[in-house]
């Protein structure tokens, strides 16, 4: 869904590789205020020497720099592209992505994996307006439950970047921004309904004029659902552990908000706010209800003391709280906080060069009626990146060193490597390190009568990354073309029929992803392939088996056009095989799925949309027994001024 930029790639690489340098000069720091910048136009200098290559990425360098001038892959999701999509959830925004496979765990609002370049889910990085989220018991977000309508922009920077974020980041990181004010005062809803009995409404306001900026939104939404689980109880305990063939119902709930000011052009103030509550029936043999509420809150400030010279200092608190019942019982509770600072300094010197220094500091903590042996865990993280320019040459290069409270110290370093062959045609390459710390549940959740639990003896999981890259345009269509091979050693699994956490010794990744986009006959073209090869290389009996439930390829397509008021589009994805455990006893058998959509524009603010999801009513699955919905068309009355 990356949006195509306006102009040719001969007129982007001047906005690319050249533009990036004079841009400088300009650079913001990578957090939710310079995306904002890029979309809401605060900064009128910043705008203007960007506004022609359109748009700007924040999240891979943690500088601002247009999205063809970086030298990572990079998809990026505009609120234009969702509600062209009409996507109704996060997980559909994100479904078929390069390099993207999720593994869901039944229908709206259950638990979802996404696995980036085939790492596992507490692999990847996830940021809300700059701010670490996720739950510190399982290494999770959930992501799925962040409500599609407060959502402004998603970023996914694909490959290693410890040497930036630091732990959990070995496979990418997936940057989501919430809606964002500025200019004249605007109010924004949406009405919607389908299947399931499904329905929701979002509404809210922004504005704040020239230099000021503010939004606020909020959503409710939900479903009657379907039954989540085909699971078999005692004495299988297949699936879900349990046959309950029931309607799993979800409700979310959400808010943000968010304000900012230009107190002047070297001086601003930025503040965001996410809160989502969820209630969310599912099948299970203990539990069968969870309500959990997920909250994001940050600050920021950026000074410009030097003309050369930026300065960002931000401060955030991230929460994700459970509550799990048994037929309307407590059961348990896992709450969880993630406190962080960071500052950043960014200097330019001589047009051509940018170098970043800064340091993080992450508290993670527990509380729940689980007892834990360990609840708390410092991290401090020092992190340096030099960013340069030299005619069609640019190389990125960035090192770290993280502190970690419980696993001592851990270096990682990346460096990249980019050339304009031609004004067509651009060759990267690449090479990455990265760790990823053990959960607080893979190393202290008690065991029981069924579950071993966790295991304190674990080690962090350590990774190297090698890619070759390839970018350019023929005729109306720009495309890519990245090969990788990851190598991480002591991975953590959790290994049937106990689910014991345990270190694997090696696991070898190696992938390709093919993307092109571009307009053929009006129409707007958009599709990529994945192929990937997870293999376990540990001694034993699964060496040379897939690791569990990754797709080894996958492939999405695109299509949309406009016929005066009335708009058309289709979306087909693709997954091929996967297995559900580690010992590829489960097959997972491909599946494909067509959606159709329509819209009809009353005005250029009032539209009405209709979506037909999985068309031929495909039956499938990507976790063993857990079902996934069916045929089902959903109707929105969507109302967003530009």
């Not at 004079?22 to 960007?50: K, M, N």
């Not at 409404?201 to 004029?209: E, V």
């Not at 034993?540 to 949309?560: I, V, W």
């Amino acid at each position: 869904m990356t949006r195509r930029p306006e102009k040719p790639l001969r007129h982007r690489r001047r906005g690319g590789l050249l533009v990036a340098a004079s841009l400088l000069s300009l650079t913001t720091s990578g957090t939710a205020s310079a995306a904002t910048d890029a979309d809401s136009a605060p900064d009128a200098g910043f705008v203007d020497a960007v506004s022609e290559v359109d748009p700007v990425v924040v999240t891979a360098t943690r500088t601002a720099e247009t999205a063809d001038a970086t030298l990572a892959p990079v998809s990026v999701v505009t609120r234009e592209d969702i509600e062209r999509s009409q996507a109704r959830s996060t997980l559909d925004l994100l479904r078929g992505l390069p390099g993207i496979s999720m593994a869901s765990f039944g229908g709206p609002g259950r638990v979802a994996s996404l696995y980036l370049r085939g790492t596992n889910p507490n692999q990847v990085l996830f940021l809300v307006d700059g701010i670490k989220v996720g739950s510190a018991t399982t290494g999770q977000t959930e992501f799925q439950n962040l409500p599609v309508d407060q959502i402004e922009r998603i970023e996914v920077v694909r490959g290693p970047r410890s040497s930036l974020y630091g732990s959990e980041a070995a496979g990418g990181v997936v940057q989501v921004f919430t809606r964002r004010g500025g200019g004249p005062l605007q109010a924004f809803g949406s009405l919607s309904a389908g299947r399931y009995q499904t329905a929701g409404i979002a509404g809210g306001i922004r504005g704040g004029g020239e230099q000021g900026r503010f939004s606020v939104a909020g959503n409710f939404d939900q479903s009657r659902g379907f039954d989540a689980c085909a699971g078999r109880g005692f004495p299988y305990f297949d699936g879900c552990g349990t046959d309950e063939p029931d309607a799993d119902g979800y409700a979310n709930q959400g808010v943000s908000a968010s304000a900012g000011y230009d107190v002047s052009e070297r001086f601003s103030v930025d503040a965001s706010f996410l809160r989502a509550e969820t209630d969310v029936d599912y099948d299970g043999a203990f539990q069968n209800e969870a309500r959990n509420m997920q909250q994001v809150a940050g600050l920021t400030v950026r000074l410009r003391p030097l003309d050369l010279w930026d300065l960002r200092l931000s401060a955030g608190r991230s929460w994700d709280e459970q509550r799990n019942f048994r037929d309307g019982a407590f059961a348990s509770r896992f709450d969880t906080r993630r406190d962080s600072l960071s500052l950043q300094n960014d200097l330019a010197f001589g047009g051509k060069h940018l170098v970043t220094a800064g340091v993080d500091y992450l508290r993670d903590m527990v509380a729940s009626d689980v007892d834990y042996a360990v609840d708390s865990r410092d991290n401090i993280g020092v992190f340096g990146e030099y960013q340069g320019w030299f005619g069609p040459a640019a190389i990125k290069a960035s090192l770290r060193y993280d502190d970690n409270e419980q696993f001592g110290g851990h270096t990682t370093g990346d460096v990249v490597l980019g050339f304009d062959v031609a004004p067509d045609l651009r060759i990267t390459a690449a090479y990455g390190t990265a760790f990823t710390a053990p959960t607080f549940n893979d190393l202290y959740y008690p065991g029981d009568a069924f579950f071993a639990g966790g295991n304190p003896d674990l080690e962090p999981e350590e990774s190297r990354s090698a890619e070759l890259g390839f970018a350019g345009r023929i005729g109306p269509m720009d495309w890519s073309l990245n090969l990788f091979e990851t190598h991480i050693d002591d991975l953590i699994t959790l290994v049937p029929p106990t689910f014991a956490a345990e270190n694997l010794d090696r696991a070898r990744i190696r992938g390709l992803e093919a993307v092109t986009f571009g307009r053929i006959l009006a129409t707007d073209i958009s599709a990529n392939l994945t192929l990937l090869d997870p293999r376990n290389e540990s001694a034993g009996a699964d060496d040379g088996n897939l690791l569990a439930r990754r797709p080894e390829q996958t492939f999405r397509l695109d299509l949309d056009r406009r016929f005066g008021r009335v708009g058309l589009g289709a979306s087909f994805f693709a997954a091929g095989r996967r297995f559900d455990d580690p010992a590829n006893s489960v097959r997972l058998d491909g599946y494909s799925l067509l959606d159709l959509r329509a819209s009809y524009a009353f005005s250029d603010a009032l539209q009405i949309q209709a979506r037909l999801e999985n068309v031929f009513d495909q039956e499938y699955e990507t976790v063993a027994y857990y079902n996934q919905p069916g045929r089902g068309l959903y109707v929105t009355l969507r109302y967003a001024p530009d």
